[in-house]
């Protein structure tokens, strides 16, 4: 069974930072392409950043150059490094696994900007 648990959510000021994990079981970590996306009331959920087993990051503009993903596969984990965090990008931030276009996800932790 899979299971991805989050934590690292949480409020932050404009400008501030956040890193937020996601660690897995039930899963070949290796052979599955991570990711993060969020989804803001109203809206749909959308794609934040996935990294593939190679390593090989791809990023939403909206958040290029200011957030990082990163995977420890000795960990079963990957991270989400949030820099410069704008009035826009609060959401509820779902970590996603997806192997041959089957997805897994995580509970969804809100992130939430405000001075």
């Known amino acids: 069974q899979v299971q991805l648990v989050e934590s690292g959510g949480g409020l932050v000021q404009p400008g501030g930072a956040l890193r937020r994990s996601c660690a897995s079981s039930g899963i070949p970590f290796t052979s599955y392409t991570m990711g993060w996306y969020r989804q803001a009331p109203g809206k749909q959920r959308e794609l934040v950043a996935t990294?593939?087993?190679?390593?090989?990051?791809n990023y939403a503009d909206s958040v290029q150059g200011r957030f990082t993903i990163s995977r420890d596969n000795a960990k079963n984990t990957v991270y989400l490094q949030m820099n410069a965090l704008k009035p826009e990008d609060p959401a509820v931030y779902y970590c996603?696994?997806?192997?041959?276009?089957?997805?897994?996800w995580g509970q969804g932790i809100q992130v939430t900007v405000s001075s």
């Open positions: 990294i593939t087993p190679g390593n090989r990051a």
């Open positions: 996603n696994a997806n192997l041959w276009n089957t997805n897994s």
